[in-house]
């Protein structure tokens, strides 16, 4: 056994020293101080916010039941045409942030991810049901990462991007404390399987 983990230590070593760059690229410059700086950082966030951040997890509201990416991806990925909007169609979708893009102090774009499959979702403040003067604080204090609920209604934007167009307050279900490395497009199934922690992300 501990003549195995030589030779698997070795073949690591020698990987590492002969593909600087590719393995450069999926280091963070997070340090421990920096990681305990964005906690607190959140957390102070969080509290001025009114924001739980480790709820106890509670059943979404019976007008907005939960549904899977794959449901909405197959019951409406095809049949709704571009920029179409299905204002009764009301539902919940829960999952990791995947991405986050501010258009502009009104507008936020999220992609939530769940079992592989990704949905965009359309915060806007025009449908914005909650405290308008929290809109743009409550929707900038989510960070890529973290565990997500939105409630909304189903659509698809004018690129025919399938989509929940929020019309809620988003639910923070868990936070990530610690930034996540982005992802590259690691492909190379050798470097996969010598570097699990590498595959996992």
């Known amino acids: 056994m501990a003549a195995a983990r030589q030779t698997l230590f ?13 393995c450069i690229r999926f280091q963070t ?18 509290a001025e916010l009114g924001i739980q951040p480790y709820p106890r997890y509670a059943a ?6 939960l549904v899977s990416h794959a449901h909405m991806h197959s019951r409406w990925g095809k049949s709704l045409d571009s920029g179409a909007k299905l204002t009764d169609a009301k539902l919940t979708i829960q999952g990791r942030l ?5 258009a502009s102090k009104k507008l936020f774009f999220f992609d939530v991810e769940q079992d592989g499959q990704t949905v965009q979702v359309v ?18 204090a989510l960070m890529v990462g973290d565990i997500v609920r939105f409630s909304g209604f189903v659509g698809k934007t004018n690129t025919g991007e399938i989509s929940v167009f929020a019309t809620h307050r988003p639910e923070l279900l868990a936070p990530c ?22 595959d996992l992300l």
């Open 10 to 22: 070795r073949s690591l070593t020698r990987c590492a020293l002969s593909q600087p760059r590719a």
């Open 29 to 46: 410059t997070a340090t421990k101080a920096s990681n305990e700086l964005i906690k607190e950082q959140r957390e102070k966030c969080f």
């Open 60 to 65: 979404p509201a019976p007008e907005y039941p």
């Open 98 to 102: 995947v991405s986050k893009r501010e």
């Open 123 to 140: 915060a806007s403040q025009v449908r914005y049901d909650g405290d308008s003067t929290q809109f743009q604080a409550v929707n900038r």
């Open 177 to 198: 404390v610690r930034p996540i490395p982005l992802r590259s497009g690691l492909s190379d199934m050798e470097k996969r399987f010598r570097n699990r922690h590498l």
